[in-house]
């Protein structure tokens, strides 16, 4: 090993060093979130591998996002680690370690070729850009942000593949098996192609010839490649089509009958330019919301940021055309952006973006970076530039450094993160029932009850809302007019525009409102439990579980039921199915919730049953 080597290596591992340090709270941060839809309420990953279905299932109800690997890897853990948050985000944390060291490797690699000067040292800032970025706060610090570091350590494997295997057929083989992965990681990997082609041609000297001819030719000089990867997109899509019937879905935006043209346009436009305000300027703007202002994006300001991210890339093209090698990463940049760009308009709760789609483009936006000339090389002196570009790195790192140990403890647990977005949206839909949620799961009735007293009082509440307020209702008593939400918020959802009624028991179980049809029926069988009419409770726990079918606590609710109306031995049985397949951390709420039942069952209807012996008696 040489000193070039050693050195390079101490650099990694203090920036390794660096970047654990400050991520380091994340192992003492619970689920929040779409965790629990993943894993916390649904046992199937739970289970083990019983079944392909279980990985080759939508993420979400009502989508195709496809992302069986990540699954995996969930399947593998549980069965390991069970369902422990330490190793799950030690998982996660390491993955993002992992994508700051293909950075730093993809850096040298190509200042190498290129010749440049100081590698080391652009290298080191240009990855402590990436591993520091508050952007990549949500990818790292959440569960379900695994997806999106996945596919991004999909993506750099095979950047770094194509740089050090030069035989082509090894090279086509371990390029395809990347593309898989990644592709089986996040919908995003589709334009792992052109981000291969952008990083091919940022490495070669492309001046002496046009564009196109210089695509021509790199594409042409590998043909095992483009086959290989064609193979297996053309595999991809025939899963989906296989899986979900269509390829893709997306969310309408507007009625057919206006104009889309423009105001897509416009959405477009601005969330790039939102985008690129995330990447140069995030310390203020961090969280997993932000919502979509459709009077801004339309408006003048929308207008005056269309025509900002117009010139951008005109300025972008310009530079192109000129053939710079720095060109050619900012395109990749940008290409690893599109997806979530709404093109095509994302299912994203009314979200103008993510802070996580950003984990795969800064890797690209550190490459930029680190390709770039040195600025000020003609107006200043080598000192002068050294100590300006100093001074920019220790405030950015700084910056970052203090953004992200403000903004771990606020993912700790779903109250503190929806605590925290809900201030800072308070008329934003999404924020107000996240927080609501999360306030009567917490058992803070005393939260969730402002949030309610606000929403009647500006007639704002809607429907799924209802469903909420009822539950609220249910646990201050007043059963009878929290049925009224409940029902009136489900007649409301199935009545259809000709004023007929849908059957929820036939409806399409891809529903994307699965979770919160479940959440209602199930809080219609707390009622009916507590008003002592279990047939019709066992009705509705029935409907609850077509919505959420693996679920263990409806399984252990309807095992109570059984046990309730005279199936003794189904009843146990169920039951204790479901406290197995619920999580630990959360049996002892669901055997609480047993003592209650029985307490109310033996008060209600009970007396002299066998299930009440020894329980208090109705005139206590």
């Known amino acids: 090993m040489n000193s070039t080597t050693r050195r390079r290596g101490a650099i990694l591992l203090g920036i390794l060093a660096s970047t654990t340090a400050v991520y380091w709270g994340v192992l003492s941060n619970g689920f929040v979130w779409d965790d629990f839809l993943l894993f916390i309420d649904d046992a199937s990953l739970r289970s083990g591998l019983n079944s392909w279905a279980v990985i080759f299932r ?17 399947v593998a853990e549980f069965s390991v680690w069970g369902v422990n948050s330490v190793a799950a985000h030690g998982v996660n944390l390491a993955l993002h370690l992992l994508n700051v060291v293909l950075v730093y490797v993809l850096i040298l690699s190509m200042l190498g070729e290129q010749k440049q000067s100081h590698i080391e040292w652009r290298a080191a800032a240009a990855a402590l850009f990436f591993a520091l970025h508050p952007c990549l706060i949500e990818s790292t610090a959440w569960i379900s942000g695994r997806f999106d570091l996945m596919v991004t350590a999909c993506v750099l494997l095979g ?10 057929w090894k090279k086509a083989f371990a390029l395809a098996v990347c593309f898989s992965l990644a592709l089986g990681s996040k919908e995003l990997a589709i334009v792992f192609p052109p981000l291969l082609l952008c990083w091919r041609l940022a490495r070669t000297d492309q001046r002496e010839q046009p564009f196109l001819r210089g695509i021509g030719s790199i594409l042409a000089r590998d043909s095992p490649t483009v086959v290989a990867l064609g193979l297996v997109f053309a595999g991809y899509i025939l899963i989906r089509l296989q899986t979900f019937g269509m390829t893709f879905h997306f969310e309408p935006l ?22 690129i305000g995330q990447t140069a300027a995030p310390f203020t ?7 979509l202002d459709w009077g801004a994006v339309t408006g003048s300001s929308g207008v005056v940021f269309a025509g900002s991210a117009v010139l951008l890339l005109v300025v972008l093209g310009y530079a192109l055309r000129r053939r710079a090698n720095t060109a050619y990463l900012a395109l990749a940049a940008l290409i690893a952006l599109m997806p979530v760009l709404q093109i095509l308009p994302l299912t994203i709760a009314g979200n103008i973006g993510h802070d996580r789609f950003l984990t795969l483009p800064l890797a690209f ?62 008329d934003f839909e999404p924020a107000q029932s996240s927080y609501i949620v999360s306030s009567l799961r917490a058992q803070r009735l005393d939260l969730a009850a402002p949030v309610f007293e606000r929403l009647i009082a500006t007639k704002t509440m809607v429907s799924r809302q209802n469903f909420y307020y009822g539950v609220y209702l249910t646990a201050m008593g007043d059963y009878d007019e929290a049925e009224n939400y409940i029902r009136g918020g489900l007649a ?17 179980n891809s529903d994307s409102e699965r979770g919160i049809l479940s959440y209602a029926y199930s809080s ?50 169920l039951y204790a199915e479901g406290l197995r397949m619920t999580v630990p951390e959360r049996r002892p709420s669901v055997e609480l919730e047993k003592e209650r039942f029985w307490d109310n069952y033996c008060l209600s209807v009970g007396q002299g049953k066998p299930a009440c012996e020894g329980r208090v008696s109705n005139e206590h």
């Not at 206006?258 to 790039?272: D, E, R, V, Y």
């Not at 970076?369 to 790195?393: E, I, K, N, Q, Y």
């Not at 259809?496 to 036939?506: N, Y």
């Open 159 to 168: 950047l770094v593949a194509d740089t050090r295997i030069h035989e082509k």
């Open 58 to 74: 939508p993420i979400l109800d009502g989508t195709t996002y496809l992302r069986p690997l990540v699954l995996l890897t969930f």
């Open 365 to 426: 936006v550190a490459l930029t970076l680190s390709s770039c000339p040195a600025p000020m090389r003609t107006l200043a002196r080598r000192s002068v530039r050294r100590l300006s570009m100093g001074l920019v790195g220790v405030v950015w790192v700084t910056l970052s450094v203090a953004s992200i140990t403000v903004t771990i403890p606020l993912w700790r647990d779903a109250l503190s993160l929806w605590t925290w977005i809900y201030h800072k949206y308070p």
């Open 285 to 291: 703007k961090i969280a997993p919301f932000h919502p």
């Open 254 to 275: 507007f009625s057919k009958s206006s104009n889309q043209l423009a105001p897509h346009f416009l959405l477009i436009a601005n969330t790039l330019i939102f985008y």
């Open 524 to 573: 219609l069988v707390k009622i009916d439990i507590l008003q002592g009419r279990y047939e019709e409770a066992l009705k509705n726990n029935e409907t609850a579980r077509h919505y959420a079918p693996d679920s263990p606590y409806y399984v252990a609710q309807r095992g109570l039921l059984l046990q309730a109306l005279g199936n003794t031995e189904d009843g146990a049985r």
């Open 492 to 508: 409301a959802y199935w009545k259809k525009e000709d004023g007929s009624v849908r059957d929820p028991m036939t409806s399409d």
